[in-house]
């Protein structure tokens, strides 16, 4: 079971960045999927979460409106799609799947994460 995070990098104020995560070793079409971050000295925090027949998404308040989250379970991919980036959204982003997560916001109820890619927005 892995997840491999992409799509990382600079951007500026305002601008967008697409994150993707590439499952292998389990159909995570029966996994519910997240995206959390991690910005330097505070706590990972959940982003945004997606149940398993890509359907209901969730959001934290941060982010809602600007970012979307989306999955394609034939090609075993997760996507974050982040729009009008804000400094503080500056962080390592993580994707995590869990076989039986009842509230998408719990982190401790996903089973796997990945090892993230870096988000920097900065001009």
């Known amino acids: 079971v892995r997840l491999v995070e992409s799509g990382g990098g600079l951007a500026q104020p305002g601008g967008s960045l697409r994150l993707s995560c590439a499952a292998s070793?389990?159909?995570?079409?029966?996994?519910?999927m997240s995206w959390a971050r991690q910005a330097p000295g505070k706590d990972r925090e959940w982003v945004a979460g997606?149940?398993?027949?890509?359907?209901?998404?969730y959001y934290a308040d941060s982010v809602e409106v600007r970012f979307t989250i989306s999955r394609d379970n034939a090609k075993n991919m997760l996507y974050l799609q982040m729009n009008n980036l804000e400094p503080e959204d500056t962080a390592l982003y993580y994707c995590?799947?869990?076989?039986?997560?009842?509230?998408?916001?719990?982190?401790?109820?996903?089973?796997?994460w990945g090892q993230g890619t870096q988000v920097t927005v900065s001009s």
């Open positions: 995590g799947a869990g076989r039986w997560v009842v509230d998408a916001d719990s982190l401790a109820e996903y089973d796997v």
């Open positions: 070793g389990f159909p995570c079409s029966v996994y519910a």
């Open positions: 997606i149940n398993r027949d890509e359907g209901d998404a």
